[in-house]
């Protein structure tokens, strides 16, 4: 039996000025504010999947929401309210057109560039002799700019002040909230047995102050190592316990899908679809070191369109 789930939303409320549907959240837009509903759609390889995964919204926004609220002395953020479990509401902040990615290790896209020979990603220099996953000398920024379509683009800090994407003071301050607010996740991960490897926070401005907006620090958008075991799995040359949604792309790939032309998305059976809501379960108490509590209503579209009425 299928676990009850939220594909899309498509309401309208008093007030609302627009709606955006994103891979995986609809976003509703207000004068002032804003209603993001994190659905229970799953993206991988920058296709949509046919079918929804049990919880996934829930888990996303309240792991979102867990770590906006344990940062606000950091940075201030745009989150006012989580009315419902895959509800937050905020100010509507005008997004910054860069994306701030910070990188602890030397994973994912940067060992890709480095193991094809790059020496420099993003202005930013790397010394010989590293092996994938391995430790970076410091945490270094690989900004990229944000693409509506298609893929982000890496850039330097010096092209995004040259080009105008942003002033040179504001440029400085997300600097300065990046390594911060990427400081603090990896303490907080660390306490959980985790790594937090790399990561990547938005920006916006609402009224003249630079706000964080998006979620932060959720598998989606962060990629964990397991702490136990890391050194070894290193000095073995041996592949690291990620915590992420790598799992998908893995489940797809052998699958027989990448997203190319011409591919077709697997059979996603009730059986897959619940072992996928279940990883999701555990990312979630990993990562916020506490018991997942599942919604339990059947009807969830009213459930949430009933408790946006209310809030707003």
Same mark, same amino acid.
């Given at each position: 039996?299928?676990?009850?789930?939220l594909?899309?939303?498509?309401?309208n409320?008093?007030?609302?000025?627009?709606l955006?549907?994103?891979?995986?959240?609809d976003?509703?837009?207000? #004068?002032?504010?804003l209603?993001?509903?994190?659905?229970? %759609?799953i @993206?991988?390889?920058?296709?949509?999947?046919?079918e929804?995964?049990p919880?996934?919204?829930q888990?996303l *926004?309240?792991?979102?929401?867990?770590f906006?609220?344990? @940062?606000? !002395?950091?940075?201030? *953020?745009?989150?006012?309210?989580?009315?419902d479990?895959?509800v @937050?509401i905020?100010?509507?902040?005008?997004?910054?057109?860069?994306?701030?990615?910070?990188?602890?290790?030397?994973?994912?896209?940067?060992w890709?560039?480095?193991? $094809?020979?790059?020496?420099?990603i993003?202005g930013?220099?790397?010394?010989e002799?590293?092996?994938?996953?391995?430790k970076l000398p410091?945490?270094? &920024? +690989?900004p990229?700019?944000?693409? !509506?379509?298609? !893929? #982000?683009?890496?850039? @330097? %800090?010096?092209?995004i002040?040259?080009q105008?994407?942003?002033?040179?003071?504001?440029?400085?301050?997300?600097?300065?909230?990046?390594?911060?607010?990427? *400081?603090?996740?990896?303490?907080?991960a660390? +306490?959980?047995?985790?790594?937090l490897?790399?990561?990547?926070?938005?920006?916006?401005?609402h009224?003249?102050t630079?706000?964080?907006?998006?979620?932060?620090?959720?598998?989606? =958008?962060?990629?964990?190592?397991?702490?136990?075991?890391?050194?070894?799995?290193q000095?073995?040359?041996?592949?690291?316990?990620?915590? =992420?949604?790598e799992?998908?792309?893995?489940?797809l790939?052998?699958?027989g899908?990448q997203?190319?032309?011409?591919?077709?998305?697997?059979?996603?059976?009730?059986?897959?679809?619940n072992?996928? =809501?279940?990883?999701?379960?555990?990312?979630?108490?990993?990562?916020?070191?506490?018991?997942?509590v599942?919604s339990? $209503?059947?009807?969830? &579209?009213?459930?949430?369109?009933? *408790?946006i009425?209310n809030?707003?």
């Open positions: 039996m299928t676990r009850p789930s594909r899309e939303t498509n309401f409320f008093p007030g609302q000025k627009d955006y549907r994103g891979k995986v959240r976003v509703y837009f207000f #004068d002032d504010k209603v993001m509903v994190a659905s229970d %759609r @993206s991988a390889f920058d296709v949509v999947l046919p929804a995964i919880y996934k919204g888990i *926004n309240q792991i979102a929401a867990e906006l609220n344990s @940062s606000k !002395h950091i940075v201030p *953020n745009w989150l006012d309210s989580t009315p479990p895959n @937050s905020g100010k509507r902040c005008e997004a910054i057109q860069v994306e701030m990615v910070v990188r602890g290790y030397l994973a994912g896209h940067a890709r560039e480095y193991r $094809d020979g790059k020496r420099s993003c930013v220099p790397l010394p002799g590293l092996k994938e996953n391995d410091e945490p270094i &920024l +690989t990229t700019t944000k693409a !509506h379509e298609g !893929h #982000d683009e890496d850039i @330097s %800090r010096d092209e002040i040259a105008g994407l942003v002033a040179k003071d504001d440029y400085e301050k997300l600097e300065a909230y990046t390594r911060a607010l990427f *400081n603090f996740g990896t303490e907080v660390a +306490t959980r047995g985790l790594i490897v790399d990561t990547k926070y938005e920006f916006g401005k009224n003249g630079i706000y964080l907006i998006d979620e932060v620090h959720t598998p989606d =958008s962060s990629r964990f190592f397991y702490k136990e075991g890391y050194e070894e799995r000095q073995k040359g041996e592949g690291q316990k990620q915590l =992420s949604k799992f998908v792309r893995q489940w790939i052998e699958n899908f997203g190319k032309e011409g591919q077709k998305i697997p059979t996603m059976t009730p059986e897959v679809i072992s996928i =809501s279940d990883r999701y379960v555990e990312l979630y108490e990993k990562v916020t070191g506490k018991n997942f599942p339990q $209503d059947n009807d969830i &579209l009213h459930r949430v369109e009933t *408790n009425k809030a707003l």
